[in-house]
């Protein structure tokens, strides 16, 4: 898995929009790629494209196999961070950069590595928007996916005012 160089590793727990730096990173749990995800995935999505069903022509493309869906790979990427035991405290995704740098198959072990990009205040600076990089790499330490999202994310909740007494 890629490992940042600087910033803190972020340790189990919450995160607010104030708690984050730049550069700060974690990596999420693994999860193993399956047949059932693959069929599943062209189910839901509609994309029931050869390459993704057929081993016959994964392999006379190249393949060793079929090949789990490009939107596949970020769908879980995305889940093994909201399953993460680093919570960043979001709100909703606003969008997403990214990019497929390799096959992941059937059998493959994923996991990822997220790493705080940079953050702001949103216009009206009741919430934050924070960009968190994503690389997603298998087994072997390579690379597959990786790309960016801006993540719309609370700021932390201002301390309840102290009740006054009238007795």
Known sequence: MVTSTSGRLLEPGEYWFEDLR???HYS???IVITDAHIIGFAGLS???FDLHMDDE???EQGFPGRVAHGLLGLAMADGLKNRSSVRIMAVASLGWTWAFKGPILV???IGVTVTVKGKR???K??????NLGFAVSNQDGRV???GETALLTRLRPAALPASSSTD
């Not at 600076?125 to 924070?130: A, F, M, P, Y």
Request: aromatic fraction near 8%; hydrophobic fraction near 20%.
């Open 22 to 24: 730049d550069g700060d």
């Open 28 to 30: 999420t749990g693994h």
């Open 46 to 48: 509609g994309d029931f």
């Open 57 to 59: 022509f994964a392999r």
């Open 107 to 109: 059998g493959d072990r």
């Open 121 to 123: 205040l949103t216009s």
């Open 125 to 130: 600076g009741d919430r934050g928007i924070t």
């Open 144 to 146: 597959v996916q990786d």
